[in-house]
Structure formats: structure tokens, C-alpha cells
């Protein structure tokens, strides 16, 4: 079962590597800017009112032309919202505005006609239907350089123009107040998100280094006692321990990147629900592993005690005992994973599979991690920001966010609602931000317990600050570019990396690190299994020694 877990979390946290907030500045670099059509695609909330009582509220997208739209509520103003007629308003309106809002259908001519035509009539903006419930892009014509338009424009979906229209032509008074707030520069989400991701890989690590030392000092505690057992702890076998080799961290990539490019082809609702299902399997996994490890502490008659069970094998009295919670738990999340706080649930389970996997897949030494996360390291590049050149568009961020499909996003991320942020929406994480490298981590703290290091000298606290610092500066990045999506391991890798190197190189330790991955150790229980007879030829070989 847990080879199952490892499976489906290492094909599908490659899934999401872009940490994302949500895009509410857009650039368009196929639509270039131009005297009077230079403004930013900006998202604007349009606020409406019926017959003087607040009602819904829509979301639109700001054109290129036109002056910019006010960011502060307060700033705003409530404008009459009419009727244009002719609807397309490609020629003059049969009736003069008098400053309000113009509602249009879009079609039969541009955009910036339409507009100019609405300023004309007295409008003080306008607001174009879409023809589908996508938003669209409003940009200007290359050889339109006298554009001179003083009155805001903004592009509906197609059910909220239609509802708005509805209403107008029913007789309703309705008026609307048209702004595009700003996000805050820092959202508590991110402070959250961060501390869940470097906990997640403190907790990971510490119990990857426990499990490890336990099992040397059975070893150890073996080889006393005079029975033969195997030198190769870390390896795989009977404990379950997969150690991960150079080709399979390079053949991880591919696989993933293949897999991604699945995604993105296939991305449809059905396919999300198939998604859904992996997660959950593998999260009952984790789930499992984690509350049997927490629990056998108490409950260690239950933990010994096995029964043996068919496909499954011999399987403990409290595993038995946990599984039924961990599967309503994860069918529960599954079946109400729209609602508003279902993300609690999705990041337990994302976190324990995350803490499962790195506590059984190792890296054995410095070598494989450095290939593990260089090839991550391009891999994240390459999907998040060269696809576009091939796609149009981020294959990366467009699979996180769920596109084409009614789901908010994949899975296979942590997320956190921006709880200040007027946009709401969710701060993600991809698990392979968080597993990656915190294999890496758990790796250095293997290495120090072996190596009985301090916290100080050893490798691991400078590896896990490193990772931290590299996080941090993602989501500094992130809030720099206006919430547009980062590989996070862009900036994880080089921190967490370098600062291991560095240290190995000047502790003159790296050749250790990189090629052993553990410190030399002096066997002091060989025990020398002797016939009477070589006992006597040792003990006279020697008469001066007496």
C-alpha cells in the first residue's frame, strides 16, 4: 500500500510547482500598447444595485483604452446603468445617455467604437456582453493611433450581462459602481501557507532521521548479540525504505512532465474527479501511516499484534483500527470539496502523504539530491513560464488552477483562502515544493544524527533556513509580479543546494556528502567467531608479548 502512496504523490506533485495567488493585473505581450491603448487588463467588480437595494455583484475585465479605473471603493460612483439602442451601439444612440452607463452587446464592430460612440451619447462608461461567460481581452486595432477616450470600458461575462440586461428590460431601476481594488501587499495566507510548508518539512525530516537511527541501533544492537545481519540499512526491502538512484531522479522528471502534458490535454471535470480519487487513495495512505506512527506510542499492544488479511497481507491490530477514519475522513473531503472550508481537509491529507513519502523515500547522498532537485529546478522553468512559446500559455499554472473544468484547481496542492484580499481566492502551493526538497532536508538531518553532530555544526538547521529563505522570496516575488505564478523551486533550489555545498566544501566534508551520504563509522561489534585451536595460535604467536 504505501508503494501505491508513493507512486501517485511522486506523478503528481510535479503538478502544481507554481506558487499562485490569482492574476488580477494581466500582460498581454501579443496585444502591445500603444498612445491612448496602454492600460494594464485589470479584473473590476461591478456592484449592483435594483430598485435601490444592493444586489450582486459581477466580475469583468478592464480594456486596454480608456482612463484607468478608480481602486477605492469610497472613490466609485453609482451610475444609472441603460439600455443602448441600437444594442450593438456600432452607430449613434437613438437617445442621449446624460452620464450614465451604457449597456452593449458586443459585436459587429470594435470595441473602440463602441466606446467612443457611448462618450458621444453623454455616457460615462460603458459595460460590453460577452458572447461567452469567459472574459475577454478589449485591446485596440495596430493602426488605430488617434484614440482620444475619456470614459471607462468593461467586458462582461455572458450570464452577467444577461442578467443585467434582464433586468433593465423588465423595468428594473438598476444602477452599478464600477471599481478594481488592489490586493494587499501581503496577505496572513502566505505567513500561513509558509509555515505550513517549512513545518511540514520539519516534521517530515525529523521523522525520516528518527526512523533512520532506529533502525541503526537495531542493527547495532543486533551485531552485539552475534547474529548476521545486513550493513545496508537505508536501503529497500522488508522495511519499506525506497532509496532514490541518479537514473530515477532523472527518469521522475520525464515521467512527471509526460504526465503534466496528460493533464493538460485531458483537463476536463471528469478527469478532475479521477484526480480526486488518486489523492484520496493516496491520502489514506498517509493519513494511516501517520496517526499508526503517532499512536503506537499508546496503543503498542495494538501496534505489535497483527492479522493477516487477504491482498493485503499482515496488517496490525491498530491499522485496522485507524483505516475506517482515515477513509470516511477522506470520502467526506471528496464529497464536499466545494464548499468553503474544505481546504482544511485537503491539506491534512496533502500533508500527511507528503510527511509519509519523505519518511519512505531517502535520498541516499548528496549526488542524487543535487540531480533530483537541478532537474526539478528546469522542469519547474520550462512549464511555468518557456510552454508558453509552444502552448500560449503556462501549461503549469493553467493545469493548478483546474482550467477547462468547474473544479478550483488540482488536488495535489496545500492552499490557504487570502482571507484580507477583496479578490478572495486561495495562496497554493504544489507538493512537489514542499516534498522535493524536503527530501533533501531530511536527508542532512540523517546525515547529522549519524554523524552526532550539533544542531549548529551539523547541516541540517543552514539546509532548513535555506529552504525557508528560498519560500519566502517566492512569495516576494509573487506579490512583485502582481500574483502572477512562480516555480517556487526557481528560487528553493539554488538556497537549499548552494547552502549544502557551500557548507560541505568549507567543512571539507563535501566528497563525504556527495558520493557516502554518511559519515565514517568504526564498527566496534565484529565479533570473531574462533575454534580453540586459533584462540591458542594467537595467544603464543607472540612469547615476548608477555
Given at each position: 500500500?504505501?508503494?501505491?502512496?508513493?507512486?501517485?504523490?511522486?506523478?503528481?506533485?510535479?503538478?502544481?510547482?507554481?506558487?499562485?495567488?490569482?492574476?488580477?493585473?494581466?500582460?498581454?505581450?501579443?496585444?502591445?500598447?500603444?498612445?491612448?491603448?496602454?492600460?494594464?487588463?485589470?479584473?473590476?467588480?461591478?456592484?449592483?444595485?435594483?430598485?435601490?437595494?444592493?444586489?450582486?455583484?459581477?466580475?469583468?475585465?478592464?480594456?486596454?483604452?480608456?482612463?484607468?479605473?478608480?481602486?477605492?471603493?469610497?472613490?466609485?460612483?453609482?451610475?444609472?446603468?441603460?439600455?443602448?439602442?441600437?444594442?450593438?451601439?456600432?452607430?449613434?444612440?437613438?437617445?442621449?445617455?446624460?452620464?450614465?452607463?451604457?449597456?452593449?452587446?458586443?459585436?459587429?464592430?470594435?470595441?473602440?467604437?463602441?466606446?467612443?460612440?457611448?462618450?458621444?451619447?453623454?455616457?460615462?462608461?460603458i459595460l460590453i456582453i460577452n458572447h461567452g461567460t469567459e472574459l475577454y481581452k478589449m485591446v485596440c486595432e495596430k493602426n488605430e493611433t488617434e484614440l482620444d477616450i475619456h470614459i471607462p470600458a468593461v467586458l462582461l461575462p455572458q450570464d452577467a450581462g444577461i442578467a443585467l440586461h434582464t433586468l433593465v428590460t423588465d423595468g428594473k431601476s438598476v444602477s452599478v459602481q464600477l471599481y478594481s481594488p488592489d490586493r494587499p501587499v501581503v496577505d496572513t495566507a502566505e505567513v500561513f501557507l509558509w509555515l505550513m510548508a517549512v513545518g511540514t518539512v520539519l516534521c517530515a525530516s525529523y521523522w525520516s532521521a528518527w526512523s533512520s537511527?532506529?533502525?541503526?541501533?537495531?542493527?547495532?544492537?543486533?551485531?552485539?548479540?552475534?547474529?548476521?545481519?545486513?550493513?545496508?540499512?537505508?536501503?529497500?526491502?522488508?522495511?519499506?525504505?525506497?532509496?532514490?538512484?541518479?537514473?530515477?531522479?532523472?527518469?521522475?522528471?520525464?515521467?512527471?512532465?509526460?504526465?503534466?502534458?496528460?493533464?493538460?490535454?485531458?483537463?476536463?471535470?471528469?478527469?478532475?474527479?479521477?484526480?480526486?480519487?488518486?489523492?484520496?487513495?493516496?491520502?489514506?495512505?498517509?493519513?494511516?501511516?501517520?496517526?499508526?506512527?503517532?499512536?503506537?506510542?499508546?496503543?503498542?499492544?495494538?501496534?505489535?499484534?497483527?492479522?493477516?488479511?487477504?491482498?493485503?497481507?499482515?496488517?496490525?491490530?491498530?491499522?485496522?483500527?485507524?483505516?475506517?477514519?482515515?477513509?470516511?475522513?477522506?470520502?467526506?473531503?471528496?464529497?464536499?470539496?466545494?464548499?468553503?472550508?474544505?481546504?482544511?481537509?485537503?491539506?491534512?491529507?496533502?500533508?500527511?502523504?507528503?510527511?509519509?513519502?519523505?519518511?519512505?523515500?531517502?535520498?541516499?547522498?548528496?549526488?542524487?539530491?543535487?540531480?533530483?532537485?537541478?532537474?526539478?529546478?528546469?522542469?519547474?522553468?520550462?512549464?511555468?513560464?518557456?510552454?508558453?512559446?509552444?502552448?500560449?500559455?503556462?501549461?503549469?499554472?493553467?493545469?493548478?488552477?483546474?482550467?477547462?473544468?468547474?473544479?478550483?484547481?488540482?488536488?495535489?496542492?496545500?492552499?490557504?483562502?487570502?482571507?484580507?484580499?477583496?479578490?478572495?481566492?486561495?495562496?497554493?502551493?504544489?507538493?512537489?515544493?514542499?516534498?522535493?526538497?524536503?527530501?533533501?532536508?531530511?536527508?542532512?538531518?540523517?546525515?547529522?544524527?549519524?554523524?552526532?553532530?550539533?544542531?549548529?555544526?551539523?547541516?541540517?538547521?543552514?539546509?532548513?533556513?535555506?529552504?525557508?529563505?528560498?519560500?519566502?522570496?517566492?512569495?516576494?516575488?509573487?506579490?512583485?509580479?502582481?500574483?502572477?505564478?512562480?516555480?517556487?523551486?526557481?528560487?528553493?533550489?539554488?538556497?537549499?543546494?548552494?547552502?549544502?555545498?557551500?557548507?560541505?566544501?568549507?567543512?571539507?566534508?563535501?566528497?563525504?556528502?556527495?558520493?557516502?551520504?554518511?559519515?565514517?563509522?568504526?564498527?566496534?561489534?565484529?565479533?570473531?567467531?574462533?575454534?580453540?585451536?586459533?584462540?591458542?595460535?594467537?595467544?603464543?604467536?607472540?612469547?615476548?608479548?608477555?
Amino acid at each position: 500500500m504505501a508503494a501505491s502512496a508513493v507512486l501517485a504523490v511522486l506523478l503528481a506533485s510535479a503538478l502544481a510547482g507554481a506558487a499562485a495567488g490569482g492574476d488580477i493585473v494581466h500582460q498581454d505581450d501579443q496585444a502591445p500598447k500603444i498612445p491612448g491603448c496602454s492600460n494594464d487588463f485589470v479584473l473590476v467588480k461591478v456592484q449592483s444595485w435594483v430598485d435601490g437595494k444592493e444586489k450582486d455583484e459581477y466580475v469583468g475585465v478592464g480594456a486596454r483604452f480608456g482612463p484607468k479605473i478608480v481602486s477605492k471603493e469610497k472613490y466609485a460612483n453609482r451610475t444609472q446603468l441603460t439600455l443602448a439602442d441600437p444594442i450593438e451601439c456600432c452607430s449613434p444612440p437613438k437617445e442621449k445617455v446624460s452620464g450614465g452607463l451604457l449597456l452593449v452587446k458586443r459585436g459587429k464592430c470594435k470595441f473602440t467604437k463602441k466606446a467612443k460612440l457611448a462618450e458621444a451619447a453623454g455616457a460615462s462608461g460603458i459595460l460590453i456582453i460577452n458572447h461567452g461567460t469567459e472574459l475577454y481581452k478589449m485591446v485596440c486595432e495596430k493602426n488605430e493611433t488617434e484614440l482620444d477616450i475619456h470614459i471607462p470600458a468593461v467586458l462582461l461575462p455572458q450570464d452577467a450581462g444577461i442578467a443585467l440586461h434582464t433586468l433593465v428590460t423588465d423595468g428594473k431601476s438598476v444602477s452599478v459602481q464600477l471599481y478594481s481594488p488592489d490586493r494587499p501587499v501581503v496577505d496572513t495566507a502566505e505567513v500561513f501557507l509558509w509555515l505550513m510548508a517549512v513545518g511540514t518539512v520539519l516534521c517530515a525530516s525529523y521523522w525520516s532521521a528518527w526512523s533512520s537511527r532506529e533502525a541503526i541501533n537495531e542493527q547495532e544492537k543486533l551485531l552485539k548479540d552475534g547474529h548476521e545481519v545486513s550493513l545496508n540499512v537505508e536501503g529497500g526491502g522488508s522495511n519499506g525504505i525506497v532509496d532514490i538512484n541518479v537514473i530515477s531522479a532523472i527518469m521522475f522528471v520525464v515521467i512527471a512532465s509526460c504526465f503534466l502534458i496528460m493533464l493538460y490535454k485531458l483537463m476536463s471535470t471528469w478527469f478532475v474527479e479521477l484526480l480526486v480519487v488518486i489523492f484520496c487513495i493516496g491520502g489514506v495512505e498517509g493519513l494511516q501511516t501517520c496517526l499508526v506512527a503517532l499512536l503506537s506510542r499508546w496503543f503498542r499492544p495494538a501496534a505489535e499484534s497483527f492479522l493477516k488479511v487477504p491482498f493485503f497481507g499482515a496488517i496490525s491490530y491498530l491499522t485496522l483500527a485507524v483505516s475506517p477514519f482515515c477513509v470516511v475522513f477522506a470520502v467526506l473531503w471528496a464529497v464536499y470539496r466545494q464548499y468553503p472550508y474544505a481546504w482544511i481537509g485537503q491539506d491534512i491529507l496533502g500533508i500527511a502523504l507528503i510527511v509519509t513519502v519523505i519518511q519512505i523515500v531517502r535520498v541516499p547522498n548528496l549526488k542524487v539530491g543535487s540531480v533530483l532537485l537541478s532537474c526539478a529546478f528546469f522542469y519547474d522553468i520550462f512549464w511555468v513560464f518557456i510552454s508558453k512559446r509552444w502552448f500560449h500559455e503556462s501549461v503549469m499554472i493553467a493545469v493548478a488552477r483546474g482550467d477547462k473544468t468547474d473544479e478550483d484547481g488540482v488536488p495535489m496542492l496545500l492552499k490557504i483562502p487570502r482571507m484580507f484580499d477583496p479578490w478572495g481566492g486561495y495562496s497554493i502551493i504544489g507538493f512537489g515544493d514542499i516534498l522535493l526538497p524536503g527530501l533533501v532536508v531530511a536527508f542532512a538531518l540523517r546525515y547529522d544524527w549519524a554523524a552526532k553532530k550539533s544542531l549548529r555544526s551539523g547541516y541540517f538547521l543552514w539546509s532548513a533556513l535555506a529552504y525557508g529563505t528560498g519560500l519566502l522570496i517566492t512569495y516576494v516575488a509573487l506579490n512583485l509580479m502582481d500574483g502572477h505564478g512562480q516555480p517556487a523551486l526557481l528560487y528553493i533550489v539554488p538556497f537549499t543546494l548552494g547552502t549544502l555545498i557551500l557548507l560541505g566544501w568549507k567543512r571539507r566534508e563535501l566528497r563525504n556528502l556527495w558520493f557516502k551520504g554518511e559519515p565514517e563509522r568504526v564498527c566496534t561489534h565484529v565479533h570473531m567467531m574462533m575454534q580453540p585451536h586459533q584462540a591458542k595460535d594467537i595467544s603464543v604467536s607472540d612469547p615476548s608479548s608477555s
